[in-house]
Nanobody, 128 residues
Framework: QVQLVESGGGLVQAGESLRLSCAAS????????MGWFRQAPGKEREFVAAIIRSAGNTYYADSVKDRFTIVRDNVKNTVDLQMNSLKPEDTAVYYC?????????????????????WGQGTQVTVSS
């Protein structure tokens, strides 16, 4: 069993940056494929970014590519999402998730159903 807790959300202006952190308890986050998803008001939850367990491959949604970076900190046992050049359309509740599968790839990492554990989410609000 693993528990995930997100932190770092808040209110920022367009163009500013935020860093979200996902802390894993129970087992090291390095044991899992990790993903970030988000859900804006009135919209379905969508994929943002993922990092694969062993190879460290990273994947991003087109809407955040070149602005967001997912990184794994094995010392702190966290998976962080560095968000730069934020836009009002980035406003959402951000969730981290863990996939315990042995294998993942660019296709699977984007699928919510692939993930076994989810955090409670952290609110990110970007004002224009």
């Amino acid at each position: 069993q693993v528990q995930l807790v997100e932190s770092g959300g808040g209110l920022v202006q367009a163009g500013e940056s935020l860093r979200l952190s996902c802390a894993a308890s129970g087992r090291t986050s390095a044991s899992y494929h990790m993903g970030w998803f988000r859900q804006a008001p009135g919209k379905e939850r969508e994929f943002v970014a993922a990092i694969i367990r062993s190879a460290g491959n990273t994947y991003y949604a087109d809407s955040v590519k070149d602005r967001f970076t997912i990184v794994r900190d094995n010392v702190k046992n966290t998976v962080d999402l560095q968000m730069n050049s934020l836009k009002p359309e980035d406003t959402a509740v951000y969730y981290c998730a863990a996939d315990v599968s042995i294998y993942s790839n660019a296709y699977l990492a984007r699928k919510q159903a692939q993930y076994d554990y989810w955090g409670q989410g952290t609110q990110v609000t970007v004002s224009s």
